[in-house]
Structures are given as structure tokens and as C-alpha cells.
């Protein structure tokens, strides 16, 4: 079963507005989860490092006053896109660690969130 | 610093053939593999992976993939191809320790009736 729930699936907005993603955790606590972006026909690219408590951690050229991230309960983390424009238009998919919490535990990702905005 | 090459953009083979789809890493130390399948608006889901351990490794859907050091690859393989295999595979690479995958840039299978 889904280890991941991500939502929205897909979401349209209009310029300047802001959209919130969230991303739980459905089978066991998550204190670290991340987040990806993905362009059309482009490989996953790591935004930042969610932490369950304290402040995300931003991977080089991610604005982080931009894309707001807040990991308020060990099953739940948002992404919130501010004053989005056309070209924060991608695909976002957050993942959690695996159950065990070690290093040897896979990913697991969410069906991710189709983002436009006209 | 790490990274992970996936040559092949598009591939297309007939339904029952066998697959291959290449992956090389850059790496100094013994990395952790994955293989990654995503279908179309979709999340990524695990195929397999590789830590340790024998070389070869087994994983969902019929899929298997082989970690060659000296070669520095992880191609993944399948001998009989179903059409419902067709999506994008992406091989990614962490730094053993942490949880910073490096993913490659994909490669788009094509599988004809």
C-alpha cells in the first residue's frame, strides 16, 4: 500500500497567489522528509531537507523564502510555493525515509504535485 | 563530487524482448544504488537497490541489476518485456551515510505490441 500520500495531485494558480503541498507520512513517523522538483523531461532535483522541529535545509539556489517549508508533526510536511509565477510551473514530489530510519532504508515518494501557474 | 549518467534517453524495444538500461556513477567510496520507475504524472516507485553484498540483485516486477565496481555500473536488466513497463527509469546514487540521492537524468522505455 501507499507508504506516501502527497496533495494535491495537481493544482492550478494564477500569478503572485500562493499554494500550499503537503506530504504525510502514512505507515510510521517521519522526522526527515525531502523535498524534488522535476522539470518536464529532466531529472529529480533535490530542494531541501525537511525537519520534523526545526528548520528545512535548502540545497544551493533554492530561495527559501520562496518555497516555505514547515514539518509541524512526524507525519506531515508542506511545501508552500509564495507568490508563485509561471516559472515555478513543475512537478513536486516529496519523499520520506524508509520506516527504520537508517541509512539502509529506501525512499519512498509521493505521486507527487503538477504545479501551473498562468 | 557525485553523479550518475544515464546514456540512453529514449529506448524502444518489442514486447518480449530483453531490456537493458545503463547507469554509471561517479563515486570514491562503495555507493548506495537504486533504480527508480516513474509512470507518466506519477511518483517514483523502487525497484531495487544496492548496498552490499552479492552483486547481482533482485527486485520487483521481474527486474534484476548488477553493480560492477570496476566498471562503476548498475545496468538494470529485465529478459522479457511486458508493455506495461513502459515509463521512465531513473538509477540514483547516495552517499552511504545520508540520504542525499544524486538521480540520473532518466531514460524513457518504449515497449511495442
Known amino acids: 500500500g501507499a507508504v506516501v500520500s502527497q496533495h494535491p495531485s495537481w493544482v492550478i494558480c494564477k500569478s503572485g497567489t500562493s499554494v500550499k503541498i503537503e506530504c504525510r507520512s502514512l505507515?510510521?513517523?517521519?522526522?526527515?522528509m525531502f523535498w524534488y522538483r522535476q522539470f518536464p523531461k529532466q531529472s529529480l532535483m533535490l530542494m531541501a531537507t525537511?525537519?520534523?522541529?526545526?528548520?528545512?535545509?535548502?540545497e544551493q539556489g533554492v530561495e527559501k523564502d520562496k518555497f516555505l517549508i514547515n514539518h509541524a508533526s512526524l507525519t506531515l510536511s508542506t511545501l508552500t510555493v509564495t507568490s508563485a509565477h509561471p516559472e515555478d510551473s513543475s512537478f513536486y514530489i516529496c519523499?520520506?525515509?524508509?520506516?527504520?530510519?537508517?541509512?539502509?532504508?529506501?525512499?519512498?515518494f509521493g505521486n507527487g504535485t503538477r504545479l501551473t501557474v498562468t | 563530487a557525485q553523479s550518475v549518467t544515464q546514456p540512453d534517453i529514449h529506448i524502444t524495444v518489442s514486447e518480449g524482448a530483453s531490456l537493458e538500461l545503463r547507469c554509471n556513477y561517479s563515486?570514491?567510496?562503495?555507493?548506495?544504488l537504486f533504480w527508480y520507475v516513474q509512470s507518466p504524472g506519477q511518483g517514483l516507485q523502487l525497484l531495487l537497490k544496492?548496498?552490499?553484498?552479492?552483486?547481482l540483485v533482485q527486485g520487483i516486477k521481474g527486474f534484476e541489476a548488477e553493480f560492477k565496481r570496476s566498471q562503476s555500473s548498475f545496468n538494470l536488466r529485465k529478459p522479457s518485456v511486458h508493455w506495461s513497463d513502459a515509463a521512465e527509469y531513473f538509477c540514483?546514487?547516495?552517499?552511504?551515510?545520508?540520504?542525499?540521492?544524486?538521480f540520473g537524468t532518466g531514460t524513457r522505455l518504449k515497449v511495442l505490441a
Open positions: 505507515d510510521f513517523q517521519a522526522t526527515t
Open positions: 544496492y548496498f552490499s553484498g552479492d552483486t
Open positions: 540514483a546514487v547516495a552517499t552511504s551515510g545520508t540520504y542525499k540521492y544524486i
Open positions: 525537511s525537519n520534523e522541529g526545526s528548520k528545512a535545509t535548502y
Open positions: 519523499s520520506v525515509m524508509g520506516e527504520h530510519s537508517s541509512y539502509n532504508s529506501p525512499l519512498h
Open positions: 563515486y570514491g567510496a562503495t555507493p548506495y
